[in-house]
């Protein structure tokens, strides 16, 4: 069965940086997308980046240009490089994957790691 670990949260001070890592396992054939979501406390969760196989990707507004999605194929680990962090950016940050045969980016989640950053 599919699994999705996260790493890499913490805790920093704004205009710092973090990398999330997530570890995908028990696909035969890699997922087709490949997205980071968010959820802050008393918001909805949405979506942050989302990557495709052939590396094309997308990302929520308030992240472009400080954020990087990428990924590692031959892997299957997600990354997301997050620079020049807000005190907004904090929230729990989960992973999620589709299937090799459609674009759905959200089949399966991660357990999430937490992004915490202050002012």
């Known amino acids: 069965q599919v699994q999705l670990v996260e790493s890499g949260g913490g805790s920093v001070q704004a205009g710092g940086s973090l990398r999330l890592s997530c570890a995908a396992s028990?696909?035969?054939?890699?997922?087709?997308?490949m997205a980071w979501f968010r959820q802050a406390p008393g918001k909805e969760r949405e979506a942050v980046a989302r990557?495709?196989?052939?590396?094309?990707?997308d990302y929520a507004d308030s992240v472009k240009g400080r954020f990087t999605i990428s990924r590692d194929n031959a892997k299957n680990t997600l990354y997301l490089q997050m620079n020049s962090l807000k005190t907004e950016d904090t929230a729990m940050y989960y992973c999620?994957?589709?299937?090799?045969?459609?674009?759905?980016?959200?089949?399966?989640w991660g357990q999430g790691t937490q992004v915490t950053v202050s002012s």
């Open positions: 999620a994957a589709g299937t090799h045969y459609s674009n759905s980016c959200n089949n399966y």
């Open positions: 028990g696909y035969t054939y890699s997922p087709s997308c």
């Open positions: 990557i495709y196989i052939g590396g094309s990707t």
